[in-house]
């Protein structure tokens, strides 16, 4: 696996976590309370999409309301994708600025094919 492939990671879902993942249907309704887990569901349908069906992630389509809940989807599609650990502590460094973290987004996007804001 390259360091910028990511990788579905079925075992840390639950069962009804799963199931959103592993389902077919073309649409997809999940209801949960906040913390429960549907940004990790949404991003694990994301890979699997991508990894296990072959889905081209040009033509994948994911909205959010806010630029934190973008920066938040891309951070972690990114942290599922570096395997050495250096974004995630990129991340949480309270040294860095924002500015800084933002360009560091930019260009590791820039690293995953086919993932554009």
Known sequence: M???ETKTNLGSLNDKQREAVVSEDKRL??????GSGKTKTLLQKLIYLIEEKGVSPSS????????NATNEMIDR???????TGEYEKLLFDKRLSKAD????RFLQQKKINGLTV
């Not at 994948?60 to 630029?67: E, R």
């Not at 599609?77 to 395997?83: E, Y």
């Open 29 to 34: 309704l999940v209801l949960a309370g906040a």
């Open 60 to 67: 994948i389509l994911a909205i959010t309301f806010t630029k």
């Open 2 to 4: 390259q360091p910028t």
């Open 101 to 104: 973290k933002d360009k560091e």
């Open 77 to 83: 599609l990114i942290i599922s994708a570096d395997q």
